[in-house]
């Protein structure tokens, strides 16, 4: 009788991991999609000084239908940051990884 409490509470057990999992996974997609649709929302400031911040809304596709760069992200920084810092001087890191111009 044990045994058969035990397999029941594993399968229980097993079936909400699962549940769970599959509930991560579909709010990733939405997310995804939501961020097709709307871009993503990007923080930007100077790292010597850290008083001039930039909100932006990075779009996944640019105007034409191709993935958004780094070098496209540069780009509009250059044109609407405070200073307007030429993109050789500009270094964009994600999560402590500094990205190339083609990422």
Do not use: N
């Amino acid at each position: 009788k044990k045994a058969k409490e035990r397999a029941e509470k594993a399968i229980k057990e097993a079936e909400r991991k699962k549940r769970e999992e599959e509930e991560a996974a579909q709010r990733e997609k939405d997310a995804l999609k939501q961020a097709h649709k709307e871009g993503v929302l990007c923080l930007f400031k100077d790292a010597k000084t850290s008083s001039d911040e930039l909100e932006v809304r990075i779009p996944l596709l640019d105007a034409v239908g191709f993935q958004t760069t780094v070098s496209h992200i540069k780009s509009h920084l250059t044109k609407h940051y405070p200073g307007e810092p030429h993109e050789r001087r500009q270094k964009v890191i994600y999560r402590g990884k500094l990205l190339g111009d083609e990422e």
